[in-house]
């Protein structure tokens, strides 16, 4: 991946560009190492993009700009009720050339309007996931989650989710190394459990324990230990149901998934930067054996151990 293109429309959301232009415009760092791009901003009538916010924009690029691009972008709008053909016609040539397409938040209807989310998984801000459906209704609308790819489709949920797409997209182009240098340099988490449910208002549960914030921190510094719902409960002094319960209320996971992640993104990082072998890994991260670490690490990642070692190996 060399080149990255945003697209913008009249109302174009500023935190959701922003959170784009964060990721893919940065300069180089050297105690990152990062990539840097070929970033470009494209529109369909180069010149004034009015905001919604207060301020404009001007973008002096074409949509022809983003013919080459490895990476498009749609960047959301305040009112995506109004789709631009023109954006919808660009989509349909990069889509059949393989293009990666990255849609957040309601960025998505203008993919569906361009006829690309039918028969696809894909997500918006959990307050249009109805509404999508219903536009769309071939979609394959998946409300509860922070980000979804089909394919060269990438969908995202609202505002920071952005982030959370963004980083997956870069952790496939570039390994975990360079997404975890990325999350670190914005300040956030290089991937957050959960889905859209744990940002819906609802009710405070009603539980007495202390925040399980240290717990989580002495799991990831201890991961071959015994993390089953038991042994976590009674280091927390609550019940199994309550544990679990209260768990998932703070990460939005059950106990069993988010410590899964936790040791495939340290078998990841183990897998990037080292020569040992699977099994080594496997029991360094909790596994106990290279099998469970395949099954795990195949299910989260979608590729095995060793042709991830490949791809990525510094």
């Given at each position: 991946m060399r080149k990255v293109a945003v697209v913008v429309q009249d109302g174009v959301e500023p935190f959701g560009l922003g959170s784009m232009c964060e990721v893919w415009a940065e300069p180089y760092h050297p105690e990152d190492g990062n990539p840097v791009f070929d970033f470009v901003i494209a529109t369909p009538r180069p010149g004034r993009v009015r905001g919604p916010s207060g301020f404009d924009l001007y973008v002096e690029n074409a949509l022809e700009v983003a013919l080459e691009a490895d990476l498009v972008c749609v960047a959301p709008k305040r009112d995506f009720t109004?789709?631009?053909?023109?954006?919808s016609?660009?989509?349909?040539?990069?889509?059949?050339?393989?293009t990666r397409i990255f849609a957040h938040c309601s960025g998505a209807f203008?993919?569906?309007?361009a006829g690309l989310l039918d028969g696809r998984r894909c997500t918006t801000h959990w307050r249009?996931?109805?509404r999508l459906g219903e536009c769309f209704p071939e979609a394959k609308v998946e409300g509860d989650v922070l980000y979804v790819q089909d394919g060269n489709l990438t969908t995202g949920a609202g505002s920071s989710a952005g982030l959370d797409a963004s980083?997956?997209?870069?952790?496939?182009?570039f390994g975990a190394a360079v997404a975890a240098a990325t999350a670190r340099r914005m300040v956030v988490p290089p991937h957050r459990d959960g889905g859209q449910a744990q940002f819906i208002a609802r009710a405070v549960p009603d539980c007495q324990a202390d925040t399980l914030g240290?717990?989580?921190i002495w799991i990831t510094e201890n991961?071959?230990?015994d993390h089953s719902v038991e042994a976590l409960a009674r280091r927390a002094h609550m019940s199994p149901r309550t544990f679990a319960r209260r768990f998932r209320d703070e990460t939005g996971s059950t106990p069993h998934s988010w410590v899964t992640r936790q040791r495939v993104a340290a078998a990841e990082e183990l897998l990037e930067r080292s020569d040992a072998s699977v099994d080594r890994i496997a029991a360094e991260v909790g596994f106990?054996?290279?099998a469970t670490l395949r099954h795990h690490f195949t299910r989260v990642r979608g590729i095995g151990p060793q042709a991830y070692r490949r791809q990525f190996a510094c």
């Open positions: 109004e789709p631009s053909p023109e954006v016609e660009l989509l349909r040539e990069v889509d059949r050339r393989g203008q993919v569906g309007e249009f996931i109805d980083l997956h997209i870069m952790r496939e182009e240290p717990l989580l991961l071959p230990e106990g054996n290279a």
